[in-house]
């Protein structure tokens, strides 16, 4: 059914149609709408059989739906930024042991400084957690992606993380097909446990495994994370065939056809840039973009075909490898294996800076014209930072730096120094 | 499909054998109790105890006549070491053993419980001469072992001096007929008035393979008292038999009573049961030095007796007695002090001391004797090959229960004699009460038996004191500790950390798997009775 | 008969044949569920190890074997789950240090919603893991009134990781993070951190502690814990001879002397108030305690304390005779 609708909305109508048991929910902008959402289908008495528990911390949230997918039910919490962190530990022992929990990230900027808007910081933070992260494009696929997410996860016994923008996706009011219940059932079966807390087989789980089994185990979990690149696909066709509509899958192009310049991200941003590309392509210049939506387990193999036959990559990512560069770059690179075309890093949009068409454009621009542009950060303000660096050159006691830069730009009142 | 490696499959763990991190390994021992060790008879007090407290008193019972066939006598007579020796006064009092045996031993009366005959016959024949404690004993033993047994008797009826020397009010005469009666009934022959005078005549003349001489100590002791003529002066083992008699001693009214042990104290309660306005013991020394016992002198003082401590008798006449008062020296001897006193006195009974008839063995060669009494060695043999002897007869204290233990250990000597072997013990280690975890027992202090009101102690020969009910019974021997014999108290089962120990079952007590016991020790430290050693490993 | 009510030989022991059966308790039964069996790698005379088995057992026996235990990260965990062996014979799950009362939380909302509500769960850790680092997720199960029992193990440190210092290790005890060196030896005497009382200040149905010194205690406190439903704790005192400096043997009599010096305080409480205490049965002074412990051993000099910190642990115990009303009334 066609609706208008907050994203956080239309994704907790999606995942209540999962039919979750267990819905552990704790605040953090920008996801806390999701769980809010998920709180009024369950005190309602919408969603039935659900379980909807207000933990103390993201810590515990995590916890919870661990305990609770490991006794068999299917288990769901979201979370965003400090919180991702704090559940942190929790995060690699839910991949660990196997769990197939589902996650909302609001993907949002990590502090200090504390900044609440949107960027792949956090998502990035766990890449190597052994978690499977979806990024949406839309509101739409954000809804699709949790479907596909549940049936991902219990096919695979691991647990995935559908990664939607802060508040451009999260708050964002568009029109969204939200699928009737019979049409999700047909799609997602009730969850059949790979094992299970249960008197009636009683079994340990979550033993101690030394150095003689550690790689095993470890190797395992990598082989059901490339197994995951067969099954995404097929599940992303399966879903087409169903609901009607191209959703999920690794990797998607869009106009890169004979394209010399392709853009590579992931996220919202893709739309953007698309728009970007369909303005450049108008006036000639062979460009397209290829988004990422599966950026764990990372589709080497499809990327490489999707760039194949590009003479230069711009790599747009909302995150930084403080000390390296681009995190999404380095792995993009990786893929093609060192030859090939030319991989450009632009870091943009992070703590939620608007990714503006025109300083895009405007940056393509500059790529063509320097073939040999380093790390670019997009609309950095460029004499803030000299100003900055040159003042705490001068100055020990340098204070903050985060509040000198807004008393530059006279976001805060000037006190003495 | 499980996870590999991280999910386990569930008690995997039994596959590590943690046995072998072991430097020590627990071992269950049973160790000999104090009451055990103390008792004369050779009671095995703390089975009989443990078979008592699970209300199963016919095995009790039957545990307690292995050793001794008199409980109902032992309950009333015996002055209970066993209960001195008691592990429990650490705790809070002994437990009252003596009185627990009584109660099964009126028990076994009361229900007519009798001993198992003996399942084959040896074809020997043992002599018993006396029918005291010592001989009837002997002559159970040596029945049940399968002899032929014939007791020579040389009074009118057997019981020996818990007959003529332990007074009705201590030691019903029902009670002590039905008890001998119980033993004769093994087939036994009784000959009463068959005085022995040689016996090695009456040995070869009655063709008997051995002999076991108990005789009595019935002869009285005297002192050399300056008395008139009119004086009446008699000895307690007289007043005392006479008391069995038809005719009952004429004491008087005020009758004094010369020496300071327990059969002093008989003679002047039986006294004052007789009607006497005074009995009066008359001993050189203080009540604390008494050869008494302290509960007896006691009674006695409670029945109205008077003693007069510190005092010698230095004459007597027809009505009165004159005392010489005494001090103790520096060492503890009564030193006369010239000072006199004059006692108003019917008669003056001597409790001085008995000493035991040995005529009867005036023509046995290899003989020795000592103080009145023929050596026996650690067999109860005395020099001459076949001829035993115990009781009164031998160097010993003179108490029932010793000399029912001679009686046993005589017997069984003579069984083997007989086979041509020697009888063997081993005696386990003593279970100390270091060895105790007394935390496990609970507070629970002695039952006190009943005692008959005093007037009618004062005026009757009934019976002072009474028996436990069966509640109190089994309550007192609940109090038994148990002390180094395992009474399955799951404790060591419990708490192991290793789960390394098997409960096999009620009374099959239990194993440790050696597989998985890492030899901490708690279950030795933690067992309440000590029954667990902790023994070094052989690495 | 009728007017026999104790039993001096089984009044305190695990068993004893002269009790009713039904009055025994559930370690003295053949048929106890081992929960935690044999071939664990706990140190000779872990007071955790048998602190488990009796509560498991005891919280087995009233579910009718229908139980899964979470457990924290600690010894507990290491000793009895080492890939390819685990010693557990029931359903059982580790996760983290610091989470197990919320992946309880996690498996009891599992069976609730799966309609499984024969299914009873439990959560159990060390003192680290509860009081320190599981402490957030302890009070968020405590105040939702989740249906869990928690059990901590308390050994009073950080056992597994080598002894370190807890917020449960008493005042002047020696730790690997507390050296008994300088001149404040040994842990501080600080205000003190007593999580049943904490527990207690959440109004939860059910808080109790107990000893593995008094078994038929300790199953009481758990069978009444297990017909509860609603968040629960037990907080069970478990001597480690390894951090304590004991002689393994002594484990149990530890547990015991620390009972009965008053330094262990054994209570029950409900709805948030005190509803009851285990009375001392023999009261003994805290050093008969000390003595047998070499984290202890710096207060002492040839068996004389030292200084005034010996006395000031007695007052603790009297404060805790005081305040819990540990001694029987005079008869």
Known sequence: MLKQIEGSQAMAEA??????????????????????????????????????????????????????SAAGARAYTATASQGLLFMAEAVYNASGLGLPIVMTLGNRAIGAPINIWNDH?????????????????????????????????????????????????????????????????????????????????????GAMVGPEAFTEVRYLEHHKQMRALEIIPELSAEFKGIFGRESGGLVRSYRTEDAETIVVAMGSVVGTIK???????????????????????????????ALAGASRVVVLEKALAVGMGGILAGQVQMALGGHGPKVYTLIAGLGGRPILKTSLSAFLDKVVADPHLDVHFLDLKHDVVERELERAAHLRRSGPTAENVLKQLGTVMSSPV | ????????????????????????????????????????????????????????YEAAWREL???????????????????????????????GINSVERFLGDEALRRGWAFDKPATASGKKVLVVGSGPSGLSAAYHLASQGHKVTIFEAGLAAGGMMRFGIPKYRLPREVLDAEIQRILSLGIELRLNAKVTDIRETMTSGGFDAAFLAVGAHRARHAEI??????????????????????????????????????????ARTAKRLGASDAIIVYRRTREKMPAHDFEVEEALQEGVMIKWLSTITEADQSSITVEKMVLDDKGFPQPTGKFETIEADSLVLALGQEVDLSLLDNVPGLELENGTVRVDANMMTGYPGIFAGGDMVPSDRTVTIAVGHGKKAARNIDAWLHGVEFETKKAPLAEFERLNPWYYGDAPKT?????????????????????????????????????????CDNCYGVCPDNAITKLGEGARFAIKYDYCKGCGICATECPCGAIDMVAEEI | MNQIKFYQKGTFTVGNRLVAEEERTTQASPARSNSLTCGHRACQGCGEALGARYAVDAAMRAADGQLIAVNATGCLEVFTTPYPETSWQIPWMHSLFGNAPAVATGVAAAMRVKGRTEVRTIAQGGDGGTTDIGFGCLSGMFERNDDVLYICYDNQAYMNTGVQRSSATPPAARTAT??????????????????????????????????????????????????????????????????????????????????????????????????????????????????????????????????????????????????????????
Not at chain 2, 39 to 53: D, F, K, M
Not at chain 3, 258 to 264: A, H, N, P, W
Not at chain 3, 275 to 296: A, G, N, W
Not at chain 3, 311 to 328: G, K, P, Y
């Open chain 2, 226 to 267: 300056p008395a008139g003529d009119a004086a009446h002066v008699l000895d307690a083992v007289s007043v005392l038999r006479s008391m069995e008699g038809v005719e009952k001693p004429m004491l008087g009214r005020r009758v004094v009573v010369y020496g300071g042990g327990n059969t002093a104290i008989d003679v």
């Open chain 1, 121 to 205: 910081s956090d998502a990035m933070s766990m890449r190597d957690s052994g978690w499977i992260q979806l990024f949406a494009e839309t509101n739409q696929e954000a809804v699709d992606l949790h479907i596909q997410a549940f049936r991902l996860a219990e096919r695979l016994s691991l647990p995935v993380m559908v990664c939607v923008d802060g508040f451009i996706l999260t708050h964002a009011v568009e029109r969204v097909d939200i699928p009737d219940q019979e049409t999700v059932d047909a799609f997602l079966p009730p969850y059949e446990p790979v094992q299970v807390l249960d008197p009636k087989e009683p079994v340990s789980l």
């Open chain 2, 65 to 95: 006549v292995k050793n001794n066939p008199m409980p109902a006598v032992m309950g009333r007579v015996c002055y209970h070491p066993c209960e001195r020796a008691c592990n429990r006064k650490g705790i809070d009092e002994a437990v």
């Open chain 2, 448 to 488: 006190v038996r009943p005692m008959l009101d005093i007037i009618r102690r004062q005026s009757s020969f009934d019976e002072v004191q009474g028996g436990l009910d069966e509640g109190n019974a089994l309550y007192e021997a609940r109090r038994c500790l148990s002390c180094g014999n395992c009474f399955e």
């Open chain 1, 275 to 305: 728009d970007v590309v369909d303005e450049r392509r108008a006036q000639g210049d062979r460009i397209g973009v290829v988004s990422i939506c599966s950026f764990r387990p990372f589709p080497q193999e499809q990327l490489r075909e």
């Open chain 2, 1 to 56: 499909m499980k996870p590999f490696a991280i999910t386990l499959d569930v008690g995997s763990s039994l596959a590590n054998h943690t046995g072998s991190w072991r430097t020590v390994k627990p071992v269950y021992v049973d160790r000999l109790p104090p009451c055990n060790h103390a008792c004369p008879a050779g009671e095995n007090i703390q089975a009989w105890l443990y078979r008592a407290e699970a209300g199963d």
């Open chain 1, 15 to 68: 995942i209540a149609l999962c039919r979750p048991e267990v819905v552990c929910a704790y605040p953090i902008t920008p996801q806390t709408h999701i769980v809010e959402g998920l709180g009024a289908l369950v005190k309602s008495g919408r969603l039935k059989t659900c379980e909807y528990i207000n933990v103390e911390s993201e810590f515990a949230a995590l916890s919870v739906a661990i305990g609770a």
């Open chain 3, 178 to 331: 507390t050296p008994p060196v300088g001149d404040k030896p040994g842990n501080v005497f600080g205000t003190g951190k007593n999580v049943p009382l904490i527990a207690m200040a959440h109004n939860i149905p059910y808080v109790a502690t107990a000893s593995v010194a008094d078994l038929r205690d300790l199953e009481a406190k758990v069978t009444k814990a297990m017909a509860i439903h609603g968040a629960r704790y037990i907080q069970i005192f478990v001597p480690c001879p390894l951090g304590w400096g004991s002689v393994a043997h002594d484990t149990v009599r530890l547990a015991r002397l620390g009972v009965e010096s008053g330094l262990y305080p054994l209570f029950e409480a409900e709805n948030g108030a005190v509803t009851s205490s285990t009375k001392i049965r023999r009261r003994v002074p805290v050093e008969d305690y000390l003595l047998l412990q070499r984290r202890f051993a710096h207060l002492f000099k040839k068996g004389k304390p030292v200084d005034d910190r010996v006395a000031r642990l007695q007052a603790m115990a009297d404060e805790n005779i005081r305040r819990f009303n540990l001694l029987a009334p005079e008869e």
